[in-house]
T-cell receptor, first 113, second 109 residues
Framework: NAGVMQNPRHLVRRRGQEARLRCSPM?????VYWYRQLPEEGLKFMVY????????ESGMPKERFSAEFPKEGPSILRIQQVVRGDSAAYFC???????????FGPGTRLTVL | SQQGEEDPQALSIQEGENATMNCSYK?????LQWYRQNSGRGLVHLIL?????REKHSGRLRVTLDTSKKSSSLLITASRAADTASYFC?????????FGTGTSLTVIP
């Protein structure tokens, strides 16, 4: 059973471009969480999705950021018109249910030039 | 894979008692972090301790770090029913971020 997969592992964008980060949950997992980590800081919760539904997006900036988890395919975190402050590591986690352990992917390190 | 190991896996205490959770890891780290997870919620960051620090406090939380033993402990003093949750340690090596297996804490009112 493959773990949580994220791609790309490293992403470089220029200011104003779009960044699309993908997360494939563990097999059988329908709950996905996205986190952002700034250097030397802890993970900050962004959004919690369950297949086709956003359950909690309280940690996600209102503008430029969006997330989806379609019926088929990976979860996508999209950042439009990236700025330098978006440079961070973005981690996703998946779980079997809302009460089960979250398993983390290796993260995507986004660098905005 | 996750490199952290935590013990105990589950802990049940009475309200008002102290709860101690331990975390061990395998490689050199830049910092170690503790998180809480309530059912159905995202992880909540509790405290970060850097590799050159030995102890850190935040409210009722006390974290220690022993890099020679590659271990850390989280102490929650005067526990409350609302502290019932799963607690995870995470190690940041600079290149990788690893989570431990977690301790499930139940505080009985």
């Amino acid at each position: 059973n493959a773990g949580v997969m994220q791609n790309p592992r490293h992403l470089v964008r220029r200011r104003g471009q779009e960044a699309r980060l993908r997360c494939s949950p563990m097999k059988g997992h329908s709950h996905v969480y996205w986190y952002r980590q700034l250097p030397e800081e802890g993970l900050k919760f962004m959004v919690y999705l369950q297949k086709e539904n956003i359950i909690d997006e309280s940690g996600m900036p209102k503008e430029r950021f969006s997330a989806e988890f379609p019926k088929e395919g990976p979860s996508i975190l999209r950042i439009q018109q990236v700025v330098r402050g978006d440079s961070a590591a973005y981690f996703c986690a998946s779980s079997l249910s809302s009460i089960d352990t979250q398993y983390f992917g290796p993260g995507t390190r986004l660098t905005v030039l | 894979s996750q490199q952290g190991e935590e013990d105990p896996q589950a802990l049940s205490i009475q309200e008002g008692e102290n709860a101690t959770m331990n975390c061990s890891y395998k490689t050199s780290i830049n910092n170690l972090q503790w998180y809480r997870q309530n059912s159905g919620r995202g992880l909540v960051h509790l405290i970060l301790i850097r590799s050159n620090e030995r102890e850190k406090h935040s409210g009722r939380l006390r974290v220690t770090l022993d890099t020679s033993k590659k271990s850390s402990s989280l102490l929650i003093t005067a526990s409350r029913a609302a502290d019932t949750a799963s607690y995870f340690c995470a190690t940041d090596t600079g290149n990788q971020f690893y989570f431990g297996t977690g301790t499930s804490l139940t505080v009985i009112p």
